[in-house]
């Protein structure tokens, strides 16, 4: 089983950790793949360059097992991070688009309805970012974030985005391509350590958070993925939890009669969280504040039909 690091050409903050880390002992060419990509090899682990959008390049683990006869296990793309607020950023996150409706097309890849299984490196590496990026003076410039799932390109292994945010000016930093090449090379145990983030149904502490509510960068779970020890899985933020207002529709509050996709969304990002923490607990963590009564009502509803247990901030810890 292989590791695919993805990057693309045609983004700075895409292409400099790349090349920050193939700079780095032990690589060599890789296998041929495509014309258009190049590819490189290190132990267990494959760069590919491409010269697309990232979120553009559907099932390429599928096309590299069919070419090389590798077969992936994860997938890591690195990524150029955008916000209205232009604050410099290091991201981390899920993808998927599980809120979308059949026919709709999504604005920046994915397939409606779809979620990729969350990397279990999500929360451990975020938690190492934050080291990295802090003992290299990043800190407190660069804010060490997570995003709430969004976006593709399509896979139904394990994937993650890394990103550096937020503007032109960051995109290029080389400290900050620096500290991600770093995050790579030390997170999987490229410089002879220990892999960071390498999910066991024989783990100690086995309890996954799926986020459920808030805003983009998730600050409430945030709180608790910091701590030591927390897995993470899907990240669903309010816009991916379209709900129609029942005052609107003059129906009673009741969870089946509340549209919108928001219960498929739940269920897509629960199932992929589940496959990709095989014997993990998962507990729905909602952002309490961020809903109005009537929603908190029909989603702790919803969860309760499909058997999913909601924890507390002090259950993960």
């Given at each position: 089983m292989v590791t695919l690091l993805v990057a693309t050409t045609m983004?700075?903050?895409?292409?400099n950790p790349a090349n920050a880390l193939l700079a780095m002992p032990g690589w060599h060419p890789g296998p041929s793949f495509q014309e258009s990509m190049k590819s490189f090899s290190n132990e267990g682990v494959r760069v590919v360059l491409h010269d697309k959008g990232i979120v553009e390049e559907d099932h390429l683990d599928l096309r590299w097992?069919?070419?090389?006869?590798?077969?992936?296990?994860e997938l890591i793309f690195l990524s150029r991070h955008t916000a209205v607020s232009n604050r410099p950023a290091l991201t981390v996150h899920p993808i998927g688009v599980p809120h979308l409706r059949e026919g709709?097309?999504?604005?920046?890849?994915?397939?409606?309805?779809?979620a990729a299984p969350p990397n279990p490196r999500i929360g451990p590496w975020l938690r190492l970012l934050k080291s990295i990026a802090s003992s290299h003076h990043l800190v407190p410039e660069f804010e060490i974030t997570l995003e709430g799932t969004h976006h593709g390109?399509?896979?139904?292994?394990?994937a993650m985005f890394i990103e550096i945010g937020s503007t032109e000016e960051y995109w290029k930093r080389q400290d900050a391509a620096h500290v991600i090449a770093l995050l790579l090379w030390e997170g999987l145990g490229l410089g002879g350590g220990a892999a960071v983030g390498t999910w066991s149904r024989d783990n100690e502490k086995k309890r996954v958070l799926l986020g459920i509510g808030g805003g983009h960068y998730a600050p409430r779970h945030m709180?608790?993925?910091?701590?030591d020890g927390v897995w993470v899985g899907h990240l669903l933020s309010g816009y991916s939890l379209p709900m129609e207002d029942p005052s609107?529709?003059?129906v009673e509050t009741n969870a089946k009669e509340i549209g919108g996709t928001w219960r498929e969304s739940i269920k897509a990002a629960f199932e992929a969280t589940?496959?990709?923490f095989p014997g993990g607990e998962i507990l729905a963590h909602l952002d309490h504040k961020s809903f109005k009564s009537?929603?908190?009502?029909?989603?702790?509803?919803?969860?309760?039909?499909?058997?999913?247990e909601i924890g507390k901030a002090n259950d993960f810890c």
């Open positions: 983004d700075p903050a895409s292409l097992e069919e070419v090389t006869g590798e077969p992936v296990d709709e097309i999504p604005p920046q890849g994915g397939k409606p309805g779809w390109p399509v896979t139904n292994k394990l709180d608790i993925v910091l701590k609107l529709t003059k589940r496959v990709a009537w929603q908190k009502n029909a989603i702790t509803a919803f969860l309760g039909e499909q058997n999913i």
